[in-house]
């Protein structure tokens, strides 16, 4: 029988206040019509963009339990989704659950969450970047932001590059393991009347190509909005969307919740307006017009 409806297993924090992770993770896929069945990694008063004295509970022992019950109950999940973790004992937990729960039918997409804007996390350390490149070679995609890029492949990180240096990092990190890498983010190199420009480029590996969705960089920065953009993109995949139109998707989405947040000068660090806009989730896609980039062979 046809599933009536698919599960993601959604391995994040649980941040009461400011929009990210799971609070944005569980609304997103709910509107697309996908069940979330959260595994928390932590409990925090709020994200840790712009907050200072947060509080913050690890959940460690607490995921072997979950994990534990949800093998007995030999439940199935057509997509896991790790994010935020809370100590990089957690990596060794969520590839676990990978062993356990995924298959050569269902998805696994690794959101190596570690810093942003050339930065990393408040709570994150050396420790969890080197498990975090033992944790991506069990993942089907990746989407790193480039600051994640460049902390996984031990690169410096820079506001302005080549699109051919680019797509050799993200070759090199296909050749970690995943699939599919979904960078966002990306600065690109050159402006055109001095408008600037921050991309998301794929590489899907097993096909050899890249692609690229291009978006007007907005001079504001909302915690939270990697989280939202690995969700749509998701959920665009599980409801049977091609990689190009699930990137697409996933971008404006989120230029579109950015716009209306500006728009309203929102404090950045309550995260993007995302009540008002999920009914564009169920809206027809009008594409954005991504770019097929040039074929690159590896030899
Ligand atoms: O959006 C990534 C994220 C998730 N969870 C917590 C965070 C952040 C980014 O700041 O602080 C707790």
Avoid at 230 to 246: E, N, R
Wanted: aromatic share 10%.
């Amino acid at each position: 029988m046809e599933k009536i409806i698919k599960k993601v297993a959604a391995i994040h924090d649980l941040s009461g206040f400011g929009r990210s992770s799971l609070t944005n993770i569980i609304p997103i896929l709910s509107t697309m019509g996908i069940q979330v069945c959260p595994l928390p990694t932590a409990i925090l008063s709020t994200h840790t963009g712009g907050f200072t004295d947060f509080s913050f509970i690890d959940l460690t022992d607490n995921m072997e339990k979950i994990m534990e019950h949800w093998d007995k109950l030999n439940l199935e999940f057509d997509c896991i989704y790790s994010g935020f973790l809370g100590s990089h004992k957690q990596i060794d937990v969520v590839s676990r659950f990978i062993d356990r729960f995924g298959n050569k039918n269902n998805l696994t997409v690794i959101d190596p969450v570690l810093g942003d804007d050339g930065e990393l996390y408040k709570t994150m350390g050396n420790e969890m970047v080197q498990e975090m490149k033992k944790l991506i070679k069990k993942a089907d995609i990746i989407t790193p932001n480039f600051t994640e890029v460049c902390l996984l492949l031990d690169k410096e990180y820079v506001d302005n590059i080549n699109e051919e240096i680019v797509k050799d990092y993200l070759i090199e990190l296909a050749e970690m393991g995943p699939k599919i890498i979904i960078a966002t983010s990306i600065p690109e190199e050159e402006t055109i009347l001095n408008e600037k420009y921050s991309n998301v480029i794929a590489y899907d590996k097993e096909n050899d190509v890249f692609w690229k969705i291009r978006c007007k960089y907005i001079p504001a920065s909302y915690p939270g909005t990697g989280d939202c953009y690995t969700s749509v993109v998701i959920g665009s995949l599980l409801q049977g969307d091609s990689l190009p139109i699930a990137i697409d998707r996933g971008t404006q989405f989120i230029t579109q919740c950015i716009r209306a947040s500006y728009g309203f000068k929102y404090n950045p660090r309550e995260g993007i307006l995302l009540e008002k806009m999920l009914n564009i989730l169920n809206m027809p896609v009008i594409s954005n017009g991504y770019e097929i980039l040039n074929y690159k062979s590896k030899k």
